[in-house]
């Protein structure tokens, strides 16, 4: 069965720094990988996917993510921090397979201070 | 362009009751998907529903159950509440069922809370 690993519970970062989001699956074969973003209050938006073909994707918002196979990775990024971005993030895994369900990280928040 | 609906928004229930939330898909859509987020937890897969058929369940008991309509609209029930239960009940919405192939996006609704006290 897939799984998901975000090993930060909480990141602060200033605004306009950069952020990095860890994200490490556990998976025997080519996964489905996103990333979701959650304001308080509200439901869960995608920020990016990834299927296949190049291993960094661009998303909305300026976030990109990495693909790393031999890391078993799919890291979160972006160049520079608006106060905006501050929310809770999961990293999400589905399979190439009859398994129809999404498998969650359990999230990061992410804090930005001025 | 509708998104994905969601009502009630909230909701408080006593332990014991019944309780059943209900989504319409993103216009065009025809399979929902419901997920459980506990208070800290990412969101946990509960069923999804295509051609108003269950077409996988995750660890959950059967007090969860679910309905979809010909609208292809759906509903979530759950019986005997518990304590436990209390969560955002999100719910997800995609062009096909959701599997491997599809390469669909699944949109999220804005979810239910549910408090059971």
């Known amino acids: 069965a897939q799984s998901v690993t975000q090993p930060d519970i909480h990141i602060t970062v200033s605004e306009g720094a950069s952020l990095e989001l860890r994200c490490n699956y556990s998976y025997g074969a080519t996964p489905y990988l996103f990333w979701y973003v959650q304001s308080p209050g509200q439901g869960l938006q995608l920020l990016l996917k990834?299927?296949?073909?190049?291993?960094l994707v661009q998303g909305i918002k300026g976030f990109e993510a990495e693909f790393k196979r031999s890391q078993s990775s799919f890291n979160l990024r972006k160049p520079s921090v608006h106060w905006s971005d501050a929310a809770e993030y999961f990293c999400?895994?589905?399979?190439?397979?009859?398994?129809?369900?999404?498998?969650f990280g359990a999230g990061t928040t992410v804090t930005v201070r001025a | 362009d509708a998104g994905v609906t969601q009502s009630p928004t909230h909701l408080i229930k006593t332990r014991g009751q019944q309780v059943t939330l209900r989504c319409s898909p993103k216009s065009g859509h025809d399979t929902v998907s419901w997920y459980q987020q506990a208070l800290g937890q990412g969101p946990q897969f509960i069923f999804q529903?295509?051609?108003?058929?269950?077409?996988q369940r995750g660890n959950f008991p059967d007090r969860f159950s679910g309905h979809q309509f010909p609208n292809y609209s759906s509903e979530l029930n759950v019986n005997a509440l518990l304590l436990g239960d209390s969560a955002l009940y999100l719910c997800?919405?995609?062009?096909?069922?959701?599997?491997?192939?599809?390469?669909?996006?699944?949109?999220f609704g804005p979810g239910t809370r549910l408090t059971v006290l």
């Open positions: 529903y295509y051609e108003e058929e269950e077409r």
């Open positions: 997800a919405s995609s062009l096909g069922p959701w599997a491997g192939g599809n390469t669909d996006t699944q949109y």
């Open positions: 999400a895994v589905g399979a190439l397979s009859n398994d129809y369900k999404l498998s």
């Open positions: 990834y299927f296949s073909g190049d291993t």
